[in-house]
T-cell receptor, first 112, second 118 residues
Framework: GNSVTQMEGPVTLSEEAFLTINCTYT??????LFWYVQYPGEGLQLLLK?????DKGSNKGFEATYRKETTSFHLEKGSVQVSDSAVYFCALSGGGYQKVTFGTGTKLQVIP | EAGVVQSPRYKIIEKKQPVAFWCNPI?????LYWYRQNLGQGPELLIR????????DSQLPKDRFSAERLKGVDSTLKIQPAELGDSAVYLC????????????????FGPGTRLLVL
C-alpha cells in the first residue's frame, strides 16, 4: 500500500536559517504529493502540492519538487521565520479517489 | 468564505460514555472526511462521504463508531462506548468533486475536536 516517510523532529533552527524537511514515499501509479502545515491549535492547511514528476510546488517561500526517480518530495525554505514554527506533514493522494496518506509530521521550531 | 467548522473543540469524558462530534463542511463541498490523529502521528482516514453516501468506511471501527451525513451537508461522528485508546484529535475535512480535475484534490481541514477519555 501507499506510505509516506518523513524525517523525525523536532527540528530547531535559528531565524533566517535554511530549512529542509525530507519526505520519501511509496506508492503505486502516479500519486499527487502535498505538504500540509498545522499551526498550534489549528487544523491542517495545504501549503503546496505537485501533481506530476518534476513539478515544483511553492507557496509562502516554501518549495518542494516531485522527484519520481528518488520517490522524494523534500520541503525547503531559504530563510525561515519564527512564524513558520509549526508541524509539517507530507502526504500523497493516489488511487481512483482522494485517499490521502499522511506522514507522521515534523515539528519545526524557529528561535529568534 | 467560511472554513470547515467543528464542534466541540475539546471534550473530556470518562470511559464507557458516549460522545459525538459535529462537522459543517465548506459550502458546496460534496465530499466529507473524518480523520483521527493520534498524538505525534499523521491523520488517518476513518470514513469518507460523497454527499450523503459513505463510500469508504473500511477504517471505521464499526463496533463502537458510527457516522452520518443527513442531507449531504453536516456530519456527526459518534463513539459509544468510548475507550481510553480513543483519546485523539478528530479532524473533519471537505473537498469538491473528486472525479473532476486534479485541482479538486485539495482537502480543507477543520480545527479538530480534541478528545480525552479518562
Amino acid at each position: 500500500g501507499n506510505s509516506v516517510t518523513q524525517m523525525e523532529g523536532p527540528v530547531t533552527l535559528s531565524e533566517e536559517a535554511f530549512l529542509t524537511i525530507n519526505c520519501t514515499y511509496t506508492a503505486t501509479g502516479y500519486p499527487s504529493l502535498f505538504w500540509y502545515v498545522q499551526y498550534p491549535g489549528e487544523g491542517l492547511q495545504l501549503l503546496l502540492k505537485a501533481t506530476k514528476a518534476d513539478d515544483k510546488g511553492s507557496n509562502k517561500g516554501f518549495e518542494a519538487t516531485y522527484r519520481k526517480e528518488t520517490t522524494s518530495f523534500h520541503l525547503e525554505k531559504g530563510s525561515v521565520q519564527v512564524s513558520d514554527s509549526a508541524v509539517y506533514f507530507c502526504a500523497l493522494s493516489g488511487g481512483g479517489y482522494q485517499k490521502v496518506t499522511f506522514g507522521t509530521g515534523t515539528k519545526l521550531q524557529v528561535i529568534p | 468564505e467560511a472554513g470547515v467548522v467543528q464542534s466541540p473543540r475539546y471534550k473530556i469524558i470518562e470511559k464507557k460514555q458516549p460522545v459525538a462530534f459535529w462537522c459543517n463542511p465548506i459550502s458546496g463541498h460534496n465530499t466529507l472526511y473524518w480523520y483521527r490523529q493520534n498524538l505525534g502521528q499523521g491523520p488517518e482516514l476513518l470514513i469518507r462521504y460523497e454527499n450523503e453516501e459513505a463510500v469508504d468506511d473500511s477504517q471505521l471501527p464499526k463496533d463502537r463508531f458510527s457516522a452520518e451525513r443527513l442531507k449531504g451537508v453536516d456530519s456527526t461522528l459518534k463513539i459509544q462506548p468510548a475507550e481510553l485508546g480513543d483519546s485523539a484529535v478528530y479532524l473533519c475535512a471537505s473537498s469538491t468533486d473528486p472525479t473532476g480535475s486534479l485541482e479538486m484534490e485539495t482537502q480543507y481541514f477543520g480545527p479538530g475536536t480534541r478528545l480525552l477519555v479518562l
